[in-house]
């Protein structure tokens, strides 16, 4: 067990609606990552914040978007959904978000698209 | 931009004997980490080991380690005695010190299959 906690465990969702994924880092984590896992795409990072902030952003959609919360847990919202959305979204933590982070994952959300 | 490429998408092996996974990866950067993380049927993404660009010691952490050429940008990742628990896929990944944040940069993945 990492620490970090995500929920829901799995999603299922038709097209076009929108869902949101939540994360809590381990105890004493200020960055969060988010990462998307797909048979086609791999593992690609979507989305850091560190304190509330947005650290950096990779290969996120426009359709997705994230936040950090003052109590430090992260919500990533994705809408208009797409059958291509269909994939294992983790979440991470890190203490710093400064290099080198070394990044605890959590168990991942299982989004199914139909 | 950096990339990371594992050759093998498919390896097997038996319990007991050593395996070796390969990882290539591009970069002009010379500060930044390594990882190997592993990805069992359950899904978790465990981190194996992980090598600091400057340090010439290879890592080890009691059944894996590492070879690290840095000059020809290879970090392979070796199991010794292979327990069917290895059963699992293996990504390699990267982090340069030199970009925004702190993202890792994974592989397409390894799956190993360990046999009795």
């Known amino acids: 067990d990492s620490g970090v906690t995500q929920t829901p465990k799995h999603l299922i969702t038709a097209t076009g609606q929108r869902v949101t994924l939540r994360c809590s880092p381990r105890?004493?984590?200020?960055?969060v990552y988010w990462y998307q896992q797909s048979l086609d795409q791999g593992l690609q990072f979507l989305i850091q914040y560190y304190n509330g902030e947005e650290r950096a952003k990779g290969n996120i959609l426009e359709r997705f978007s994230a936040q950090q919360f003052p109590d430090l847990h992260s919500e990533l919202n994705l809408s208009s959904l797409e059958l291509g959305d269909s994939a294992l979204y983790f979440c991470?933590?890190?203490?710093?978000?400064?290099?080198?982070?070394?990044?605890?994952f959590g168990p991942g959300t299982r989004l199914t698209v139909t | 931009a950096q990339t990371v490429t594992q050759s093998q998408p498919e390896m097997s092996v038996q319990e007991a004997e050593t395996v070796t996974l390969s990882c290539t990866y591009d970069?002009?950067?010379?500060?930044?980490?390594l990882f190997w993380y592993k990805q069992p049927p359950s899904r978790q993404m465990i981190l194996v080991i992980r090598?600091?660009?400057?340090?010439?010691q290879n890592a080890t952490e009691n059944r894996f380690s590492v070879n690290f050429q840095k000059a020809a940008k290879s970090f392979s990742l070796k199991i010794s005695d292979s327990q069917l628990g290895d059963t699992a896929m293996y990504f390699c990944?990267?982090?340069?010190?030199?970009?925004?944040?702190?993202?890792?940069?994974f592989g397409k993945g390894t799956t190993l299959s360990v046999s009795s």
């Open positions: 990944a990267f982090m340069n010190q030199n970009q925004a944040g702190t993202a890792l940069i």
């Open positions: 970069t002009s950067e010379n500060n930044y980490y």
């Open positions: 105890s004493g984590d200020l960055s």
């Open positions: 090598q600091e660009a400057y340090k010439q």
């Open positions: 991470a933590s890190s203490v710093s978000g400064s290099f080198p982070a070394e990044q605890y």
